[in-house]
């Protein structure tokens, strides 16, 4: 993701960032977003769906102190139906010189829809390949930051940066999120003094004799446009080692020289970070080649296939990017209005590296900076619309995309639990259809169900394509010996959410400190749970370590006299067939009410003996009201 300084987008709280994470966040996600302006016109191009990229070589000539690329790319397609034409993204900036197809020369066009049309010599029917040779040259439009030229400590600097609708800017190409190059050889040649970077494992790096270099990066994997990057400058390389024997790989890293010393240091914490990942989820998805990182100019990070680009190396910014390489690269978001696939979980794993290298109270400080964020405003969904999808700010939303996003998945975590969560989420990287290929947000909840075991769609329409954020008043009171009744209500900071259902984890406290959770099935406004809980309760706490998306909620400790229920017995218990009321003959029973442990009513009786074999086993609570009140005993069915 790209990622710079937006201070009045986020507001994050002390507590889950320190200033300069914080700062790091937003200059993280506005590097995500800098390749283009705030609005573009920018759909899938109809043009270019009748193919399929199959391989492309794309060979580059720069110098970081000129603002100029000439290139030459070779692509090989395969024909979705038949073809006569073939239509490639390219910025009108640019200039093709030739186009070739086995030597000879083709007719093209480039229009005013930054397109490049080109004819071929004959029909190409579908299934058939074709391989078309661009030469091209110029300087491209400076105003999308796609295509930079920089200086750093007085040394120029050349970098790409495409993520979301740039590849088009620096070099003619395919840019959707439905087709992926299966593999692509990059050739860059630079004045000799330079390193160059690029995707996948370094080939070679050739004298030419004339001054400069070139350098070829060989990548094996399927990847989309906006993820091919390239990087020019006197950089310093040092190589880290990774994973585990036989999916070891190669951390290569390439550092400005006046940042080298530090770079060392704090890129140390990459491999606890990796080790993280690959035990939660799966091995590194690249670990034939490599991962690394490469510093560039703008702040923040951009997760390039196998080299994140990167302006500085704070923890959370390596892990933010680092999580992209499976969510995002290798799993990329099927369309724009599914951006939180990517940036979501991007930003959840860095959640997860506080939970897992930090311990739990950090972990809950994360997820209160995210929830105090989303809620600074009382709208906004996590998937796009159409419209929303097209703007590139809103895309890239830090509230929505990013953090929302990282919540919503959270609290599906807390919602299945963590043995569910993770192996759907492993099922979801290595399913075959999805895995180096495209995904849309119900690929995902498919997983999520087939393990969970039941439908998501309450949840999906509430929180993920709903708007706003629920509070809650919660009423906690003593209910007799062991027991206390909670009453939970709730509204709804926007209306296209009817009910929020979710469960809930409410903490009882006694005069002493002590503290005991419990978790409750929260469906409908007003709803009641009696639970056990082991002490006389004098405080109470909502959602004590944050699982909820919530704001301005309301415990309150509700008073009643109980010396009723110390005259009132319900024996024997635990019973499988019968119970039975002792009480005073001065008071009579009017109504006895059953509720199972969620609250239900499953039995209504009038009588102080009654029958209890159609009750399941387990938990229950009676609710018997007599001429003098109403009090509550917990029986067991055997």
Known sequence: MKKYLLPLLI????????????????????????????LQNIQVNPNTQNYDVTYQELRFEVDPAVYNISGQVTTTFTALSDMNMVTFDLTNQLTVSSVTMNSNSLSFIQNANNELVITLPTTISTGNNGTVVITYSGAPASGEAAFTTSTHNGTP?????????????????KQDLSDKIESIDVYITAPIAYVSVSNGLEQSAIDNGNGTKTTHFHHGYAIPAYLVAIAVTNYQVFTQTAGTIP???????????????????????????????????????????????????WGGGMEHTTVSFMNSFGRNLIAHELAH??????????????????????????????????????????????????????????YLTDTEALNVNRIFSSRLSYNKGAMVIHMLRWKMGDAAFFQAIKNYLADSNLAYKYAVTDDLKSHLEAVFGSNLDEYFNDW?????????????????????????????????????????????INSTGQTYDVIVNHQFDGQEFIVSVPFP????????????ISRNNITTLGNENFELAEIVTLYPNPSNKNLHIQLPSTITIEKIECYNALGQLVLTNHAKDFSIE?????????????SEGVIHKKFIKK
């Not at 070891?248 to 240091?265: C, G, K, L, M, R």
């Not at 990329?332 to 794993?349: H, M, R, V």
């Not at 159609?614 to 007599?626: C, E, M, V, Y």
């Open 11 to 38: 507001l994050l709280s002390i507590a889950s960032y320190s200033q300069i994470e914080s700062e790091e966040f937003n200059r993280m996600v506005e590097a995500e977003m800098k390749s283009a302006s705030s």
């Open 157 to 173: 600097i050349i970098y790409t940066l495409s993520e979301p609708f740039g590849a088009r800017d620096w070099w003619p190409c």
């Open 247 to 297: 999916n070891d790989f190669p951390i290569v890293n390439y550092i400005y020289p006046e940042n080298f010393s530090s770079a060392q240091t704090q890129l140390a914490q990459t491999l606890p970070i990796m080790n993280v990942y690959e035990t939660l989820f799966e091995p590194y998805p690249f670990h034939n080649e490599k991962y690394g990182h490469a510093q560039f100019g």
């Open 325 to 382: 390489q499976w969510f995002g690269d290798k799993v990329t978001c099927g369309s724009w209005k599914d951006i939180w696939l990517n940036e979501g979980f991007a930003e959840y794993l860095s959640g997860l590296v506080v939970e897992n290298l930090d311990g739990a109270s950090s972990f809950v400080s994360w997820k209160n900076g995210k929830i105090n964020n989303i809620t600074s405003q009382t709208t906004g969904a996590v």
């Open 464 to 508: 993920l394509y709903g708007e706003g954020y629920p509070s809650y008043t919660v009423t906690a009171q003593n209910w007799g010996n062991g027991q206390a009744k909670i009453t939970i209500s709730q509204t709804q900071s926007d209306a296209s959410v009817s009910y929020f259902e979710m469960p809930l984890e409410i903490r009882l």
């Open 537 to 548: 309760i004098t405080g109470v706490e909502f959602d004590p370590n944050s699982h909820i």
């Open 614 to 626: 159609t009750l399941t086993n387990g938990i229950h609570f009676a609710k018997i009201s007599t």
